[in-house]
């Protein structure tokens, strides 16, 4: 064996000690790998992370360049952080979706901020570099074209709805089909038919993440959208009070009836920080964890209160976007990583045929 093939199998044996934290295997296992070089002591990487939403690419990159460096004649490290989202696996071709991964957002209760949520978790994958859809779900209380600022379809393409586009987020919702402030008065059949045709009859292209923002409870709704395309999972909403507790903890398990994943818990308006610094619990404290460990299901986070939220809702521009300093934005943005992480979680669970590797010398 010539001194180059041995120095690239030092290599890859020391890119086999780096893990991924989130997903707790190695990176060459885990097709990670996808290019590997070495020349006049240069070591040049190309590592494909399962989302560009990835909460620990950084911690990544530098346990691989510590790996590299380790080794005897290595002078430099340069890696190059690529992503490719990886599909949950489920099938649906029924629906000619090209989805790699929907996740349905869902709440017990009405007024926990679910919408808010949904909207700005799908902005924040958007930000981030994945291709994400919005699919407005929640058939009694349209209020996603509001929060993005978008009050109507583009031309038809073909025979094909085409979604609005907002803040690089592909967007749904009956509310561009109703004139503004008529109701919906419909019975199950009529709302497992308009779910369905929101899936199959809209030009959505492909998609890393479509996100379902389902109408609050546990009523026909989720029912028709488990029953219409196969879910990666849901996300629960709630406040951190007991009565909203109470009511997301009926939603979690009718998901676990259908046999939808649970992808996690998110506490809304958790805290109010007041000008001195401290904090008011308006609603109670710490609902939505207790509520994750009880349920064995990860806590992705906490969203404090701020009139930001509501200000960039009502003049459609999410707060992700209008004020990505304020502390609900970062919270929101770092949520969005936690939930991009465990789909890759639920994604990655079935192995798949790994990638040859290109190396050379």
Request: aromatic share 4%; with cysteine.
């Amino acid at each position: 064996m010539s001194a180059d093939a041995l120095s690239q199998e030092a290599l890859l044996t020391a890119l086999r000690q780096v893990k991924d934290p989130e997903l707790g295997r190695d990176i060459v296992s885990l097709n990670m790998v996808r290019r590997l070089e070495m020349a006049d002591g240069v070591v040049s990487v190309d590592i494909v992370l399962t989302t560009p939403a990835c909460p620990l690419r950084d911690q990544i990159q530098d346990d691989v360049k510590a790996a590299l460096m380790a080794l005897p004649g290595v002078k430099e490290v340069n890696i190059n952080l690529q992503a490719n989202v990886a599909s949950d696996g489920r099938i649906r071709g029924s629906l000619q979706l090209p989805v790699k991964n929907a996740v349905a957002v869902a709440s017990g209760k009405g007024g926990v901020g679910k919408t808010t949520v949904a909207v700005n978790l799908a902005v924040a994958l958007a930000k981030e570099g994945a291709a994400v859809g919005l699919l407005d779900a929640d058939i009694y209380g349209p209020n996603v074209p509001t929060m993005l600022g978008v009050d109507r379809l583009p031309p038809f393409q073909g025979e094909k709805l085409k979604p609005a586009e907002a803040f690089g987020v592909k967007v749904m919702s009956i509310g561009f089909l109703v004139p503004q402030g008529k109701p919906l008065i419909w019975r199950g059949p009529m709302l497992h038919s308009a779910i369905r045709q929101f899936l199959s009859d809209v030009a959505w292209g492909e998609l890393d993440y479509l996100i379902i923002d389902l109408p609050p409870g546990t009523g026909d709704a989720p029912l028709s959208l488990a029953q219409s395309i196969p879910l990666t999972g849901a996300v629960i909403v709630t406040l951190p009070q007991a009565v909203s507790v109470e009511d997301a903890a009926r939603s979690l398990e009718m998901f676990r009836e259908l046999n939808v994943p649970v992808l996690g818990v998110i506490e809304n308006m958790s805290y109010l920080e007041l000008p001195d610094g401290s904090r008011m619990d308006v609603f109670g404290q710490g609902g939505g964890e207790k509520l994750a460990q009880k349920a064995g299901v990860p806590f992705l986070g906490s969203i404090p209160m701020d009139p930001v939220v509501r200000i960039g809702g009502d003049h459609g521009s999410p707060v992700v976007v209008a004020k990505p300093d304020a502390a609900p934005a970062k919270a929101l943005m770092d949520i969005a990583r936690r939930l991009a992480a465990q789909i890759s979680v639920a994604a990655l669970q079935a192995e798949r045929p790994v990638p040859k590797i290109e190396i050379t010398g």
